[in-house]
Every structure is written in C-alpha cells, then in structure tokens.
C-alpha cells in the first residue's frame, strides 16, 4: 500500500445530467455511479442527449434530494418522486451508447420543454436495463449511468490550485462536474493512482480525464468564457485532449464520506 496524504475534501450528486450539482457529506457508492448521480437525462425527440455543450442555460437549473427530485428554474420549482416514471420507453444514446429510459412523465418533459423553448423528454434510467462503458484496463466493462463515458470523476484539490494559481483567478471545482474532491498535496497526483480505497468503497482510476469547452461555463450565471480551458491547453495537453481529473470505476461498492482518508493500494 502506497501511503498517500490525501481524503475526502467534497462529494457532489448530479443527478440529471448537465444541470445543478448536489453536495452531499455522505453517499452511496455503487458501480454505476454515486446513488442518483446522472440517473436522469433530457433527451430531443430523437433519444439524443442534451447538456451544456448545446444549451447552456442547462447549469441554471438546480437540483436538491429531499423525499424527491426538486427541480429549480426561474424562481419555479418543480418535485418528482424519485421512483416515478411512465410506461414510455425510449431509446436514448449518449455518445456512442445507447440504453433504453423511461421517460419520467409527460407532465414533467413538458415542464422542462416549456422552459427550454423546444420538444424534449426527461427520461430515467432503471435497473431493468444497463449501459456499460467498455474499459482499457482493470475489468473487461463497467456499468455506468448516463455520465459522458466513466461512472466516477475525481479531482485533486492541488490539481485546482495550480490550476487558479496559471488562471490568475480562483477556478471553482463545479467547473469539471466532478464526483469526488481530494484534499491532496501534489498537483495531479490523482492521474498516477491505481487501485484505491475510500470508505468501504474500492475504486480504480481508469485514465485522466479530457475536457471540454463545459469546463468555461459559469455554472452560477450558465455565461461561457475562454477560461480555463485557454490555460489548461498550455500545460495539460496530450495529442489533442485536455486532461484534468481521473476517470474512475468502483471496484467494490459501499459509502464514502467527507473526510475519509484514501488508501491507495497499487
């Protein structure tokens, strides 16, 4: 076991894809990704996915967990039963995957179609049918819930501070929509583990993570600027990717929480 002075700074729920973020002190590990953690997703007519690279008025609606999915926009809320949705399958693709959802509810996709200003569906996914993300090392696959391709992000918050340090200006961690913020001492320490230990929970880093043109979004105002992708591109750049953070698979489920220390094995 490698001794790695490092744990948990922050944990954060996204759970419908592209929009609000959740923090939370305490969450369930589970191989697809944080329990609620992008169980949700807007889709157009076609199944496809919808986030902020398209729209990113997106950021500006919020989320909170209470005994429902409560939604935000405007000064309007809206609540869904976490366990609700309707008899209407669609097939929905989010990169290269496709998984068939249920769309939640027509009252509620009109909801969110009234405030986008265009035809859409939110859609839920379910136990009844599974995505996996085909791995480059460690396991053969993984499930994964609708998240861009890996079930967990993680983040030191070194990575962070070197990062605000090159900006000239304080980088927030929303910016990269991240699962898990380390408090780590070594600028991107987090690229170089394997194996780890978190709460009950095992985990194995798979590859850094590319960016984005998301990561220049405000997620206060949804307002897009040049930073800090522009500074990331001088000094995190391999072949034609921006990395910053570590694409992550569990291992082994179970809990994590604020202030767990990390156990790296490999």
């Known amino acids: 076991m490698n001794t790695v002075n490092a744990s948990i ?4 729920i996204y759970p419908i894809k592209g929009m609000g973020g959740i923090d939370v002190d305490s969450a369930r ?29 997106l950021a500006l609606f919020g989320c ?16 869904i039963d976490k366990e609700e949705y309707s008899e209407v399958k669609m097939q929905t693709t989010v990169w290269e995957s496709e998984v068939v959802a249920y769309e939640v509810s027509l009252e509620v996709s009109d909801w969110f179609a009234t405030r986008i200003g265009f035809p859409c569906h939110l859609v839920r996914m379910v136990d009844e049918f599974d995505r996996y993300k085909e791995l480059i090392k460690g396991p053969v696959r993984t499930k994964v819930s609708f998240a861009d391709g890996y079930p967990y992000l993680i983040i030191g918050s070194a990575s962070l501070t070197g990062l605000s340090k090159q900006v000239g200006d304080v980088v927030p961690s929303n910016r990269f929509r991240a699962n898990i913020v380390l408090d780590t001492i070594v600028p991107h320490e987090e690229d170089s583990w394997d194996t780890f230990e978190l709460g009950t929970a095992k985990f194995e880093v798979i590859k ?5 043109n998301v990561v ?9 600027h040049k930073e800090p992708l522009k500074t990331l591109s001088k000094y995190r750049k391999v072949g034609n990717r921006v990395n910053f953070g570590a694409n992550t698979i569990c291992l082994e489920e179970g809990r994590i929480n604020v202030g767990d220390k990390i156990k790296v094995l490999i």
């Open 208 to 212: 850094p993570c590319a960016r984005c």
């Open 9 to 12: 700074k922050s944990i954060h």
């Open 216 to 224: 220049n979004i405000d997620q206060s105002n949804g307002l897009v």
């Open 29 to 57: 590990v589970l191989e697809r990704g944080l329990e609620y953690d992008r169980r949700w997703m807007l889709v157009d007519e076609k199944g496809n996915f919808i986030t902020q690279r398209t729209d990113a008025r």
């Open 64 to 79: 909170k967990l209470t005994q429902f999915l409560e939604v935000a926009y405007n000064g309007e809320i809206i609540k």
